[in-house]
């Protein structure tokens, strides 16, 4: 990393790197919905279609959390909903060993319902804390911390799960997830958290904003049909690779590729394009993501696999955090966790569509999934891009293009 870039991290406040401490705790012992649909299909004794039913609800917790969370932040403050959040999600976690059976079906989407609130309030204080210019370098921080923290705690979580208990797996989230909460509390002042979370009182609905805003909803559209597709990768892809005699491992290790890739090579990018205009960039990952899949349409075995991997973690690294840093470059003073809220919801919509569309299309026609993956991944590209050019000539709120 060159003097620019150290540069570029030193013009974050101290409170994202604190942040991201709690981040990366957290993410570390974040591992009980990898393993809890063995947990309910094992130590719980639920048939499998009970224990999916289960799953679908959890996810659509989930999903719901990152869609209101950011109301209760612009009504409450960010800090205090995260730290509500938090706590109740965390206790939740905590408790499951203790719970009935039954109860399961209830309690699981309400703690993912309140771990969706933390992921958006978690971003919004990102936002409000960090100026226009330095938010994309801040939210590669974050990220890099929670890829990092997930990327070593899984197997850990492994090991608990066979040599102690699944039991423990709860215990150790929940109080993670506990931590997290104490630490945001400590490191995070209340006074400067709350200067940006506050309600709306200036009359304008949501949607009047966006209206005003269009290359955001472009923007938008395009991360939800990405989305859809970018989670083919861990629904229909291993599928693919099984089809073609490349076992579990194999899987295992591409997975590790993607891991590595963006722990390593996220941050240095997002300071290396930090001037570049936002759009721009997030088109490129987006094309990216759809060649990696256009690939992956043109051939087979290991290599292509390999090639496509890289490509679609190389597609990631530009797209994700650049697409939630003008996000919030975007939002209007009173509506930045309602505007973090949209783009968390639509960033996560492919865990509840991306398994039923594209299961369905890959056992009725196998061969075209992939070619659908990259048109609609392309397409979304080029929308994005269509709506930079768009801005840049005066079509609403032009893309901010960061201070130096």
């Known amino acids: 990393m060159g003097v620019r870039g150290m540069r570029g991290l030193r013009e974050l406040p101290g409170v994202v790197w604190l942040l991201a401490v709690g981040v990366f705790v957290n993410a570390f012992v974040s591992f009980v919905f990898v393993f809890v649909f063995l947990y309910l299909t094992g130590p719980r004794g639920i048939e499998a279609g009970g224990a999916g039913l289960v799953m679908g609800a959890a996810g659509l917790g989930l999903m719901a959390g990152n869609f209101t ?137 949501l949607w009047r904003e966006l209206r005003a805003r269009p290359a955001v909803l472009v923007l938008l559209a395009g991360i939800l049909l990405v989305d859809v597709t970018y989670r083919q990768l861990y629904t229909t892809f291993p599928l693919h690779l099984a089809d073609q005699g490349l076992g579990t491992q194999v899987y295992g290790w591409l997975i590790a590729v993607n891991g590595a890739m963006i722990v390593c090579l996220e941050l240095p990018a997002a300071l290396a394009l930090r001037n570049r205009p936002a759009l721009p960039v997030v088109a490129g990952g987006l094309a990216l993501v759809g060649t990696g899949y256009a690939a992956l349409a043109a051939g087979s075995g290991l290599a292509v696999a390999a090639s496509m991997m890289v490509l679609l973690t190389a597609g990631e690294i530009l797209y994700k955090t650049t697409a939630t840093a003008y996000v919030a470059d975007e939002s209007p003073e009173h509506a930045v966790g309602r505007f973090q809220s949209l783009y968390a919801g639509v960033s996560i919509s492919g865990t509840v569509l991306a398994a039923p569309l594209g299961g369905a299309l890959y056992e009725a026609v196998p061969g075209a999934l992939w070619p659908a993956c990259a048109c609609a991944a392309l397409g979304a590209a080029a929308t994005v891009a269509a709506a930079h050019r768009l801005a840049r000539r005066g079509g609403g709120v032009p893309s901010p293009v960061p201070a130096k």
């Open 69 to 205: 969370g950011g109301w209760f932040g612009d009504r409450y403050g960010h800090r205090r909903t995260l730290l509500a959040a938090a706590a109740g999600g965390g206790l939740l976690l905590a408790v499951v060993p203790a719970l009935p059976t039954p109860l399961l079906a209830g309690v699981l989407p309400l703690a993912q319902y309140a771990l969706g609130v933390v992921r958006v309030a978690n971003s919004a204080l990102v936002a409000v804390t960090v100026p226009e210019g330095a938010r994309r370098q801040a939210f590669a921080v974050i990220r890099s911390a929670s890829n990092g923290g997930f990327a070593v705690g899984p197997p850990l979580g492994a090991l608990i799960a066979t040599r102690v208990s699944y039991d423990w797996l709860f215990l150790a989230d929940g109080l993670g997830t506990l931590f997290f909460a104490a630490w945001t509390a400590r490191v995070v002042p209340a006074r400067g958290a709350a200067g940006r979370g506050r309600p709306d009182r200036t009359g304008a609905p």
